[in-house]
């Protein structure tokens, strides 16, 4: 299948991009309840692109192995305050849902890749 990139500005943007990512999930042959694990950690990662960076893109690469999505965003990055290795109720249900959550984030942005494989 082939890959997507979906650039997001906004709220409505992320509702259109996670119901598109559902249905390449759908077509890849994720049963329903892993299309909505997959489409809710891809929306809480958009939503704090939109949030916290005013904006970002989310790529979408499916494979024979599985799905690999990554967020990038160029905001200033996640600064720890305080919060536990920096994961908030968002980002914990992410690592939840996904079989592989892995943040690279710096002062020039944050990317997020998120994987699930087919079993
Ligand atoms: N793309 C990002 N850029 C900068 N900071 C981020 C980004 N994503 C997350 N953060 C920081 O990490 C914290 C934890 O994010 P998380 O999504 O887990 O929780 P939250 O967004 O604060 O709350 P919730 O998602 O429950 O509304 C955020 O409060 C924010 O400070
Ligand atoms: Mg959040």
Redesign the pocket.
């Known amino acids: 299948m082939q890959e997507r990139v979906f650039h997001l500005q906004n709220m409505a943007g992320i509702i259109i991009m996670q119901e598109s990512v559902k249905k390449i999930a759908e077509t890849m042959g994720f049963d329903i309840y892993d299309q909505h694990r997959i489409a809710t950690a891809v929306s809480?990662l958009a939503?704090?692109?939109v949030?916290?960076?005013g904006g970002?893109t989310v790529e979408v690469y499916p494979s024979e192995e599985g799905i690999e999505i990554i967020c990038r965003?160029k905001?200033?990055?996640?600064?720890m305050?305080g919060?536990s290795h920096?994961?908030?109720?968002?980002?914990?249900g992410v690592e939840h849902m996904m079989d592989d959550l892995t943040i690279d984030?710096g002062e020039n942005g944050?990317s997020?890749r998120i994987r699930k494989w087919l079993r």
Do not use: F, H, P, W
Request: glycine share 24%; aromatic share 4%; charged share 25%.
């Open positions: 809480e939503r704090n692109a949030k916290y960076a970002g965003d905001g200033r990055g996640m600064s305050r919060v920096g994961l908030g109720i968002g980002l914990l984030t944050t997020i």
